[in-house]
T-cell receptor, first 109, second 115 residues
Framework: RKEVEQDPGPFNVPEGATVAFNCTYS??????FFWYRQDCRKEPKLLMS???SGNEDGRFTAQLNRASQYISLLIRDSKLSDSATYLC??????????FGTGTRLLVSP | DTGVSQDPRHKITKRGQNVTFRCDPI?????LYWYRQTLGQGPEFLTY????????KSRLLSDRFSAERPKGSFSTLEIQRTEQGDSAMYLC?????????????FGDGTRLSIL
């Protein structure tokens, strides 16, 4: 079983739609969680950290469920520019990040 | 530009050659990481430095790979006797602080192609 699992997609949604991605992780000792965004042939860029209480940044909302070991990302009012791969990332200690394979989002006009 | 910078952006070489990549982290960041990413996969951790000390190495880092950060600033990653399976994007990241919650900031990467 992979340490971090994501549905690879692609998720095809129209502009303005709400879309949600889920991610599960296997290491219950994981201590910090992130969503990164990666555009084609570019480096990953931090989208947001994920906190137990849930957090929101504009149209983006992240949730963490430690009991079930899953993380979610909700994108409201999708824009064309949101088209990218969204990487679920877990820091399980010793400073290394463990990445999921990413979920690809395609927003169409 | 005050972000993480990597050099070169692209490297094409023949199998069996040695290659060296350089990473300059964000100046105040004391932690530096190397990752490798192949098509359709997320980045995979290779190694990590805190200042000049290499504190962890992945099992992915075979004997042909060596990384250094001699003065706790820039880092180099060398691959000796390259193989076709080494073709990938090599990403460097840096972060600041002592806690686990510090996010890592990535450079543009070096794309390695082995002929």
């Amino acid at each position: 079983r992979k340490e971090v699992e994501q549905d690879p997609g692609p998720f095809n949604v129209p502009e303005g739609a709400t879309v949600a991605f889920n991610c599960t992780y296997s290491n219950s000792a994981s201590q910090s969680f992130f969503w990164y965004r990666q555009d084609c042939r570019k480096e990953p860029k931090l989208l947001m950290s994920v906190y137990s209480s849930g957090n929101e940044d504009g149209r983006f909302t992240a949730q963490l469920n430690r009991a079930s070991q899953y993380i979610s990302l909700l994108i409201r009012d999708s824009k064309l520019s949101d088209s990218a791969t969204y990487l679920c990332v877990v820091n399980a200690g010793f400073q290394k990040l463990v990445f999921g394979t990413g979920t690809r989002l395609l927003v169409s006009p | 530009d005050t972000g993480v910078s990597q050099d070169p952006r692209h490297k094409i070489t023949k199998r069996g050659q040695n290659v060296t990549f350089r990473c300059d982290p964000i100046s105040e960041h004391n932690r530096l990481y190397w990752y490798r990413q192949t098509l359709g996969q997320g980045p995979e951790f290779l190694t990590y430095f805190q200042n000049e000390a290499q504190l962890e190495k992945s099992r992915l880092l075979s004997d042909r790979f060596s990384a250094e950060r001699p003065k706790g600033s820039f880092s180099t990653l060398e691959i000796q006797r390259t193989e076709q399976g080494d073709s990938a994007m090599y990403l460097c990241a840096s972060s600041l602080g002592q806690g686990l919650g510090q996010p890592q900031h990535f450079g543009d990467g070096t794309r390695l192609s082995i002929l």
